[in-house]
């Protein structure tokens, strides 16, 4: 398996490629697929409304958000899979994620890992029994993100070592601090995020997983949601 950012091998790796795209209504969408399929040589798929198979059989995830969503929900016309819920896409675009040019000519906005968290939360929160590999990808996150981000962790929160608080346990701080810059943009979304991490059933199943996952106590692991928690109410 090829290694990430800073030597870090990812525990698990997919096949298919995840793009948002903000986009008015669902002709645009139709649209949009109509023009991959017969210009770009794209297959659709019969099971899911919102997949396409790329001509290196690659599969590609077309997740649109924006103006098409109504209470952070897409419904489009196809077989399959039809709908998709979109909650927090849309906060996550607009809170400044970073572009990224490809091949000197395309340019993306490209997800940071706060996002990425925010929304596989949210993604296990609406199905979570069938999104527990999405507990796991947030376990990884957690025990790398003071490697990957420890820069911005020394320069922006450096009043967290003033404590006597272990680096995870710094980095879910700091975590919760990023994911509520997001979640300030939408009082609903920050409502039940929160309330994701601080119903007890909730909150001991997410434990458990990413326990198991770590090979850790949960009690840590409750310990580290608990900092994600108080990261995000900091930011007011």
């Given at each position: 398996m090829d290694e990430g950012i800073k030597d870090i091998t990812p525990r698990r790796a997919t096949s298919d490629i995840d793009f948002a795209i903000l986009i008015k209504d669902s002709k645009n969408f139709e649209e949009l697929k109509h023009y991959l399929v017969t210009v770009e040589g794209f297959t659709p798929s019969r099971e899911n409304a919102f997949v396409?198979?790329?001509?290196?059989?690659?599969?590609?995830?077309?997740?649109?958000?924006?103006?098409?969503?109504?209470?952070?929900?897409?419904?489009?016309?196809?077989?399959?899979?039809?709908?998709?819920?979109?909650?927090?896409?849309?906060?996550?675009?607009?809170?400044?994620?970073?572009?990224?040019?490809?091949e000197k000519e395309i340019t993306f906005k490209v997800c940071t890992l706060p996002g990425i968290v925010l929304l596989k939360f949210i993604a296990w929160d609406d199905r979570p029994e069938m999104r527990s590999e999405d507990l796991i990808d947030i376990a990884d996150i957690i025990s790398h993100f003071f490697t990957i981000y420890d820069e911005m962790i020394w320069s922006e929160h450096n009043d967290l070592f003033e404590e006597n608080r272990d680096l995870e346990n710094i980095s879910a701080r700091v975590l919760g601090r990023e994911?509520?810059?997001?979640?300030?943009?939408?009082?609903?979304?920050?409502?039940?995020?929160?309330?994701?991490?601080?119903?007890?059933?909730?909150?001991?199943?997410?434990?458990?997983?990413?326990?198991?996952?770590?090979?850790?106590?949960?009690?840590?692991?409750?310990?580290?949601?608990?900092?994600?928690?108080?990261?995000?109410?900091?930011?007011?």
């Open positions: 396409l198979i790329a001509p290196d059989r690659r599969q590609i995830d077309i997740l649109p958000f924006g103006e098409i969503e109504k209470k952070g929900k897409v419904s489009v016309k196809g077989t399959g899979i039809t709908t998709i819920y979109v909650d927090g896409m849309k906060e996550v675009y607009e809170e400044g994620i970073p572009e990224v040019t490809f994911m509520g810059k997001i979640l300030n943009r939408n009082p609903v979304l920050k409502n039940r995020f929160l309330g994701i991490l601080t119903d007890d059933s909730k909150s001991l199943t997410i434990a458990t997983v990413i326990a198991q996952t770590l090979d850790r106590p949960i009690y840590k692991i409750l310990s580290l949601l608990n900092d994600i928690v108080e990261g995000i109410q900091e930011i007011k």
